[in-house]
């Protein structure tokens, strides 16, 4: 088989602070994120997605939040690794789409320098990344506004 499908899941805790970090790119906010790391759930969803593809884990076993080494830690570089481990086993990015749920911020203005600081880490073009937003209309912890989420998928094509 030439093509493997990833898909990534992440969520962080809204806490204090006054910006997210979200594909890389710093996002004014309100509030920021609980986490070990920067809490980009954009590089970290996509991670795992690189990760499932290659049936290598997740974030966690590759990063453990009780290693001091990931504290307040660039995800950038998380995706870095993660894509240097796609190189490694002989795959290449074709493409990756990730949805971020939240209500606030908006990440539409965003979006764009999103796609481009991915395309740039992972050596691809920018019209192989999307990053693309939804509300979940008030309901459940993003509707609330206590969290932020984001889902990615990736497709890997062999080399
Ligand atoms: N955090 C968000 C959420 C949404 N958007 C954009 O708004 C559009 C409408 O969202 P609905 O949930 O009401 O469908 C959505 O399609 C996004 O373009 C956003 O930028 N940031
Ligand atoms: C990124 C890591 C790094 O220690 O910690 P967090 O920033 O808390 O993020 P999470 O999405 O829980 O992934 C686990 C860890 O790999």
Redesign the pocket.
Known sequence: MNLRIGHGF?V?AFGDGDHVMLGGVRVPHVRGVV?????D?VL?ALCDALLGALALGD??Q????S?MR?KD?N?ID?LRHCHALVREHGWMLGNADITVLCERPKVGPHAQAMRETIAIACGVAVDAISVKATTTEKLGFTGREEGIAAEAVCLLVRE
């Open positions: 992440d962080h986490a070990h790391s920067d809490g759930v970290h974030i966690g590759h990063f453990p939040p290693d990931w830690a995800s998380f």
